[in-house]
């Protein structure tokens, strides 16, 4: 059964601190693992996609990475605002759709 | 610009009631999707649909229903509603390269 687990469940991070937050995954057939931020009441915003072992992406204060097995997001020098809930997803060969890890709530304390 | 709303952003209703949340997107995208989320539970695929006429099950299907009659809009219908039902549901739509783009969600209470 095709499965996708995020952890820590949460993190609390002084500003400044870098971390990591980890996606594994235990799917056939991968087409892209997506990254998403989701604020509290808001849906889930686009962050990243990945689509090959090795390959990296970043965004600011955020670099996304990709082995075969996991995914990791790095977060560097966080800052207050980058306090949100953190989700993986990965898309499969044969469908459209993504399935969602549960997700990594980030709070950054100034 | 492209958008997706969904309305109502808030509804608490009965126990039985049959109950409908819309979904609008102006992406002009064929892949629809409606989600729901619950501590502890992530996002969980309801019901999908590829294009008009063309509707799927995800994996939390039961008890719930939806109709493409065109490509901007996927109702989604309680049919009789159920404590169960109780969440945050998100509707997000898509090209074929996987990536969504989500409405602000509906919190249904149910009673």
């Known amino acids: 059964e095709d499965q996708v687990t995020q952890s820590p469940e949460a993190l609390r991070l002084q500003e400044g601190e870098s971390s990591s937050l980890n996606c594994s995954y235990t799917?056939?057939?991968?087409?892209?693992l997506f990254w998403y931020r989701q604020d509290p009441g808001k849906g889930p915003e686009f962050l990243f996609t990945?689509?090959?072992a090795g390959e990296e992406k970043e965004k600011e204060r955020l670099k996304a990475t990709l082995t075969k097995k996991e995914s990791f997001l790095h977060i560097t020098a966080p800052k207050p605002e980058d306090s949100a809930t953190y989700l993986c997803?990965?898309?499969?060969?044969?469908?459209?759709?993504?399935?969602f890890g549960a997700g990594t709530t980030v709070t950054v304390r100034a | 610009d492209a958008e997706i709303t969904q309305s109502p952003r808030h509804k608490i209703t009965e126990t039985g009631r049959q109950v409908t949340l819309a979904c609008h997107q102006t992406?002009?995208?064929?892949?629809m999707f409606w989600y729901r989320q619950d501590l502890g539970h992530g996002l969980r695929l309801i019901h999908y649909?590829?294009?008009?006429?063309?509707?799927n099950k995800g994996e939390v299907s039961d008890g719930y229903s939806v109709s493409r009659s065109n490509t901007e809009d996927l109702p989604l219908t309680l049919e009789s509603a159920a404590s169960s039902q109780t969440s945050v549901y998100f509707c997000?739509?898509?090209?074929?390269?996987?990536?969504?783009?989500f409405g602000e969600g509906s919190r249904l209470t149910v009673l």
């Open positions: 997000a739509s898509g090209a074929n390269t996987g990536e969504l783009f």
């Open positions: 799917v056939s057939g991968l087409r892209g």
């Open positions: 990945l689509y090959s």
């Open positions: 997803a990965v898309h499969l060969s044969n469908d459209y759709k993504l399935s």
């Open positions: 992406w002009n995208h064929n892949n």
């Open positions: 649909s590829y294009g008009v006429q063309d509707t």
